[in-house]
């Protein structure tokens, strides 16, 4: 039997990913799970289909041009169809540092993963996903810069540039293109932080608590719903009230884990 609805995630086996591809199962979707890590891809697969989960993996790295190519053709096989796609899979820790010790080469790989990597998912994506969703996982450094986050924060506001772009461009084959913009987050990077550094972390946001995958997944779970049907182009901020702020204290100095 044809599921009722398809969904391909990047980067979804792990961390906010992870909490989206286990959303769009809930909600009734099939779900195709990306991430570079083949095991951990195959993995997160296996326990979703023991508990009854139409998923499949399609493990790659989303900059390579004939990779993505072979992964949505894996998904027409398996589905001949694809309602939504998220673009969640990105390199965080790229890139990250001073100014004077970014190199070009580390730029470019941040850059091609980070921002590359949507615009190939997306063109691929667009024949399949006619009258579909598209959600772009952006973060809060688009608009508000993070210390020594230059690089990573750029791809991101590139992200949100292309949303909008992508809402044009694809708009008169019915798909909507919106993005969200994580705050703090708790994922791998956040737990490996000390006490006093999460405190750090929590002390700038509004509702006093660092946010889960779970907070995110939701968003774009709305994003992707046919309640969001008259949205696109645009970026919704899940952050906690973190940027409803003039100057957060606690994100002043310190990196970003979003």
Request: net charge neutral; glycine share 10%.
């Amino acid at each position: 039997m044809m599921p009722r609805r398809v969904a391909w995630v990047t980067g979804g086996s792990r961390n906010i990913g992870l909490a989206i591809t286990e959303r769009l199962v809930s909600d009734g979707y099939a779900v195709a799970v990306n991430g570079l890590d083949v095991d951990e891809v195959l993995h997160v697969c296996r326990r979703l289909t023991a508990s009854g989960a139409d998923v499949i993996g399609v493990p790659g790295d989303i900059s390579v041009e004939s990779g993505v190519r072979e992964m949505i053709a894996q998904i027409h096989r398996k589905w001949g169809r694809l309602d939504v796609l998220v673009n969640n899979a990105a390199a965080p820790l790229l890139a990250r540092g001073a100014l004077s010790d970014i190199d070009v080469a580390t730029m470019d790989r941040s850059f091609r993963v980070n921002v590359g990597g949507v615009m190939l998912c997306s063109r691929e994506a667009a024949p399949l996903l006619t009258g579909g969703a598209i959600v772009n996982l952006s973060s809060v450094g688009a608009t508000r810069a993070h210390a020594q986050s230059l690089i990573y924060d750029a791809g991101k506001a590139a992200v949100e540039s292309m949303t909008r772009g992508l809402a044009i461009d694809l708009a008169p084959q019915r798909i909507r293109v919106n993005g969200v913009a994580p705050g703090a987050i708790e994922n791998d990077r956040f737990r490996a932080l000390s006490k006093d550094e999460r405190r750090e972390r929590i002390s700038g946001v509004l509702l006093g608590r660092v946010g889960t995958g779970e907070d995110i997944a939701a968003g774009v779970s709305f994003l992707a719903s046919a309640d969001a049907s008259y949205i696109t182009g645009q970026v919704l901020t899940i952050d906690g009230g973190l940027t409803a702020q003039a100057r957060p204290a606690a994100m002043t100095n310190t990196r970003s884990n979003t």
